[in-house]
Each structure stands twice: as C-alpha cells, then as structure tokens.
C-alpha cells in the first residue's frame, strides 16, 4: 500500500485509514472516489486533503481482423478462402 504523506512535511498521515471492498458501479471516463478526507497534520499542523481514487484501465484489442484480397493472400495461406 502506498502511505499517505503531508505535503509540507513529508509527515505519515495514513493511520487509521481502512477501506473496505465493495460494489462500486464504475465508469471508465472518469474516476471513482471511494475515499474523501481532511486531516490536519500532527507534525505541522498543515491541512491536507486525502482522496483515494480506483481507476479503470480499458484495453482494446484486434481478436479478428479481416483479411482483404489484395493484400497478396491467396490459396491455402488465405483462412477465408474455401
């Protein structure tokens, strides 16, 4: 896990932060926030604003692609061929 730290004094904040697994309905154009707070450091006593966001990665990939036949491929190295 990644610690949460002031921005002023490099000061560790993330005691007694938990968050649990749940359903979240999510959507890949924008991030969902499954965590917001405000603390104040015990160091500086700077103010900082915690968020904790769960980003979606979207992957697309070709499985399929069709083959043209002017690409050269004729015979038995053309797979839509009969």
């Known amino acids: 896990m990644t610690e949460i730290r002031c921005g002023k004094c490099n000061h560790c904040l993330s005691k007694d932060i938990k968050v649990g697994a749940g359903m979240f309905y999510m959507n890949p ?30 992957k697309v990939r070709i499985l399929n692609e ?13 797979l839509y061929s009969a």
Request: glycine share 10%; with cysteine.
């Open 29 to 58: 154009s924008k991030p969902l926030e499954i965590f917001q707070d405000t603390r104040k450091c015990p160091n500086c006593g700077a103010h900082n604003e915690i968020t904790l966001e769960l980003n979606l990665i979207v």
């Open 66 to 78: 069709p083959i043209s036949t002017g690409e050269g491929l004729t015979g038995k190295t053309n």
